[in-house]
T-cell receptor
């Protein structure tokens, strides 16, 4: 079993749709959770960061962490064509531990 | 605020030539520094990480090496490039607690 699993997609949705992106993980020591957005040939941009369980909202984006189920989600409301990118989940157990990434989900928002 | 600079953005090199990619971080001290490689359609592969000057850990045996001559400078090198070294190279930094990671803009390396 991979340490972090993420559906690679591609995922295509119409403009204005609600997008749900998910990752599952196996290491219960993870406590820092991140979502990155990566445009083609660009560095990943940190989109959302969450510590431990709970929800975090920033504009059209909501990140959820359920540590009991080892499951994290990113929701994008009112999706726009500019949201078309690859979304990477990442997590870390903290000091002394490196980051673990999902393979990324490729999202296309169609106008 | 903190910023990370990585250059060059694009590089085309012949097989057997040397390589030097540089990364610097501004606005923070004693960051953890990382080099990743991202092959087309594949995930991020951690190559090297550093928790301090001259403290480098290698994650995979390969044709590459890394150095950290200053607190906020991280360099990726090779003496002789292989075709298989082609890829998208990313420098990144993290506060020492490793609670979040910030990436540079990346270098697209093509070895021909």
């Amino acid at each position: 079993q991979k340490e972090v699993e993420q559906d690679p997609g591609p995922l295509s949705v119409p403009e204005g749709a609600i997008v749900s992106l998910n990752c599952t993980y196996s290491n219960s020591a993870f406590q820092y959770f991140m979502w990155y957005r990566q445009y083609s040939r660009k560095g990943p941009e940190l989109l959302m960061y969450t510590y431990s369980s709970g929800n975090k909202e920033d504009g059209r984006f909501t990140a959820q962490v359920d540590k009991s189920s080892k499951y994290i989600s990113l929701f994008i409301r009112d999706s726009q064509p500019s949201d078309s990118a690859t979304y990477l989940c990442a997590m870390s157990a903290g000091y002394g531990q490196n980051f673990v990434f999902g393979p990324g989900t490729r999202l296309s928002v169609l106008p | 605020s903190q910023t990370i600079h990585q250059w060059p953005a694009t590089l085309v090199q012949p097989v057997g030539s040397p390589l030097s990619l540089e990364c610097t971080v501004e606005g923070t001290s004693n960051p953890n520094l990382y080099w990743y490689r991202q092959a087309a359609g594949r995930g991020l592969q951690l190559l090297f990480y550093s928790i301090g000057i001259d403290q480098i850990s290698s994650e995979v045996p390969q044709n590459l090496s890394a150095s950290r001559p200053q607190d906020r400078q991280f360099i990726l090198s090779s003496k002789k490039l292989l075709l298989s070294d082609s890829g998208f190279y990313l420098c990144a930094w993290s506060p020492s607690l490793n609670e979040k990671l910030f990436f540079g803009s990346g270098t697209q390396l093509s070895v021909l």
